[in-house]
């Protein structure tokens, strides 16, 4: 049954039909998309043959440059805290019964796949006046009178790390999971407390996946298009807004394109790295 | 770590995930049209209107028509291509099974980009189909991953003595091999599924002018002020997904199939 070498057309007809599927409707759209990053915009419709990198020298604008730098900024802010929230949730999880663990993974996955639309409204309700958190300050006193949160700095941080939270827990997961536990208990063994052992030989020996991570979670918030609209202010706008807008409310598909090629670029190169770091990793963690 | 620290840590992850969803379900229970947390007076209404009125009948069908169909035609790519990649291992399986994993692994924006030029150049631009065949590729990955951890899950010895006894490969796969994998197809469907359920971006890029699916329409009724029928479709996406997510972990190995899912393992 499992052989090396499939021949003939027969053999090859089970594949016939997702490789079709996959170039006609992945590769020629990605093909189109980057021809039409060097077409001219045609007002009022959607774009007409060309060759020029007009779109490209278009890019470098002061507002792109602004945007770049902030979504840069908040996706490196949000992939911080989630890491440095999530690996000791993921390993206290990992280290629990498998009963527990299932019922973790249930929820994490459930948040992970709700609607971005539906975290930023959430999130909005949980900070407004009428229905927020601060209320409950009001109430234990912290606070003289109820205030909204939202939209702002802090809500779009909150609201993103809520979705690459989830994201960042099924990253850390597999390393985390394949761990060998004898090796905290060997080190407590040794005279090492509980603390210094999660330190040293838990943060230690799976500092590679905790990069790869950074890099995974940052690459993941990058691309959060509908939280900033909701839970941010316009300069708290990401690229993945920029682009949107360009296509959608200014039909410029030409620029659209060329800027979806250059985030993909982007994309690829942080793909590519933590790619490079999963080689250069020690035997600890395969 | 100290073990009251460490359940206090834990309850505040619960709570940070807990906390908006709770104040969301509250929300929903108002009595009038107002966002009050705690619901002031008690009422069902919001529900009612969310399964009466068609303004969210109409999304609510286009969201269901366009996740049951595009999930079953990603499994319906992804069951041969699993097949073939696990019954030869040859480098143009394996490119096409990393192409089946692009799409999961770009931001959506690129990906509803690439969509968005396509069907506008093919002239099917604001079309349910287009939006069907988007979201299929879009979410590809899911059950391409999940149908290979099956595939891989089979003892090769079984399929062997299967041939030993002079099945044919048909036969084999029909007896032996689909029944060993239809977990993982259901599985794959069903992330398909709720993933498709609550896109946004490619399907407002594809025909969201046209097409409106449910994401659309919240984010499209957020302009026009907060309702509690909001909160309403957010309780019902809620108890969707950890319906059919609890479901997967009762009956499927999530570990496994978390494990299988994470980028980070897909690289090595």
């Known amino acids: 049954m499992i052989e090396d070498k499939p021949k003939g057309l027969r053999v090859h007809l089970p594949i ?12 020629i759209p ?37 945007v770049l730098v902030f979504s840069i900024f908040i996706s490196a802010l949000c992939a911080a805290i989630c890491v440095a929230v999530g690996f000791p949730f993921t390993y206290f999880i990992t280290r629990m019964r498998r009963k527990a663990q299932v019922v973790w993974l249930v929820i994490l996955v459930s948040v992970l796949s709700l609607s971005a639309v539906i975290v930023a409204f959430a999130w909005s309700l949980l900070l407004s006046q009428t229905a927020g958190i601060s209320n409950l300050f009001v109430w234990l006193g912290l606070m003289e009178k109820p205030v909204s949160w939202s939209p702002g700095f802090w809500a779009l941080t909150a609201g993103m790390c809520y979705i690459a939270f989830p994201y960042t827990v099924l990253v850390l997961y597999p390393p985390l999971s394949r761990l060998d536990p004898h090796l905290p208990e060997a080190a407590q063994t040794l005279g090492a407390s509980p603390v210094t052992t999660f330190f040293t030989v838990v943060l230690g020996s799976l500092r590679s996946a905790i990069v790869a991570t950074l890099i995974m979670v940052f690459a993941f918030t990058l691309g959060t298009y509908l939280i900033p609209q909701i839970l941010g202010r316009p300069q708290h706008w990401t690229l993945s807004v920029l682009i949107t807008d360009e296509a959608v409310y200014h039909s410029n598909l030409p620029l659209a394109a060329a800027m979806a090629v250059f985030f993909m670029v982007v994309s690829l190169g942080l793909v590519g790295l933590t790619t490079l770091i999963g080689k250069s990793r020690g035997p600890t963690t395969q | 770590m100290n073990r009251a620290l460490r359940q206090l840590f834990l309850a505040l992850v619960l709570i ?53 169909l595009s999930s079953l035609a990603a499994l319906s790519i992804a069951l041969p291509l699993a097949y073939f990649l696990w019954r030869y291992r040859v480098f143009y399986a394996r490119a096409l099974f990393m192409l089946g994993i692009a799409p999961f692994m770009l931001p959506p924006v690129i990906t509803a980009i690439g969509f968005l030029t396509f069907w506008a150049t093919v002239g099917l631009y604001g079309q349910m189909v287009a939006t069907i065949v988007s979201h299929a590729i879009f979410f590809v990955t899911l059950p391409l991953v999940t149908i290979s951890l099956g595939f891989e899950s089979i003892d090769r010895e079984i399929v062997e003595a299967a041939e030993t006894m002079g099945a044919d490969s048909k036969a084999v796969f029909r007896t032996v091999v689909f029944p060993m994998v239809r977990s993982y197809m259901v599985s794959g469907y069903a992330f398909c599924f709720v993933l498709s359920l609550n896109e946004y971006i490619v399907a407002y890029m594809v025909s969201g002018f046209t097409v409106e699916t449910l994401p659309i329409k919240i984010f499209n009724a957020l302009r026009y002020g907060y309702t509690p029928v909001m909160a309403a479709v957010t309780v019902f996406f809620v108890l969707l997904a950890a319906l059919i997510f609890g479901l997967i972990g009762r009956f499927g190995d999530l570990p496994r199939l978390m494990g299988a899912l994470a980028p980070e393992s897909r690289n090595n």
């Open chain 1, 30 to 66: 990605f093909g189109i998309m980057l021809a039409v990053s060097f077409f001219q915009r045609e007002p009022g419709g959607f774009y007409t043959t060309d060759f020029s990198i007009d779109n490209y020298a278009n890019l470098f604008t002061m507002l792109f440059g602004r």
């Open chain 1, 16 to 27: 016939l039909y997702p490789a079709v599927m996959l170039v006609v409707f992945f590769v």
């Open chain 2, 16 to 68: 940070f995930l807990a906390s908006p969803i709770v104040v969301v379900g509250g929300v929903s229970l108002n009595e009038k049209k107002s966002l009050y947390f705690p619901p002031q007076g008690f009422s069902l209404n919001w529900y009612v209107e969310l399964f009466t009125e068609s303004a969210w009948l109409i999304p609510i069908e286009n969201s269901m028509i366009i996740a049951t």
